[in-house]
């Protein structure tokens, strides 16, 4: 296994609309892994296969405390079921920030494994908040889209001085 250069917001590639994944197999699993190993190693709950500029739709989970309940979902589709939560969220591309979000509270997903076998998948609280805002990168969107164009435009001038002077 080996850890993956996670993209930080500016950079334009965390726009990109992902792909469904079409090949199943060893390959997609030992990315899968990959995936998993700099979502822990970051440390993160979260990460989608766009943070880390591959363009299909994949994402990793795990909300555990102990980081042993893993979740990796290909191609996955939700549906909203329940009343809206506004909860404060960060993305291991936008460091350091956190804002609120409103997300539905409860969801069901779609999805299939590396190995292209399907799964469905009930979600609340944490979890659910944590698969939609990953899904979100699929669709090339990041929780700043969901804050004002002020709190947004600091952020990303704050984000571009740091990377020049680590540049």
């Known amino acids: 296994m080996s850890l993956l250069n996670i993209l930080q917001y500016p950079d334009p590639r965390l726009r990109t609309v992902a792909a469904d994944v079409t090949e199943f197999g060893p390959d997609l699993v030992r990315f899968a892994d990959d995936l998993l190993e700099t979502m822990y190693a970051a440390p993160g709950i979260g990460l989608a296969a766009t943070q880390v500029n591959v363009h299909e739709r994949i994402i990793a989970v795990d909300v555990s405390d102990n980081a042993d309940t893993p979740h990796i979902l290909v191609n996955p589709q939700f549906t909203t079921h329940g009343e809206l939560l506004e909860t404060e ?22 999805a299939q494994n590396p190995m292209g076998e399907a799964l469905q ?40 001085r740091q990377q020049k002077q680590r540049a």
């Open 89 to 110: 969220e960060g993305c291991l591309s936008v460091p350091g920030f956190y804002e609120p979000v409103t997300r539905a509270e409860r969801i069901t997903v779609t």
């Open 121 to 160: 998948l009930e979600a609340e609280g944490l979890l659910a908040v944590c698969i939609q805002h990953e899904c979100d990168h699929l669709a090339g969107k990041l929780f700043v889209d969901y804050i004002s164009n002020l709190k947004r435009n600091r952020i990303r001038k704050k984000l571009e």
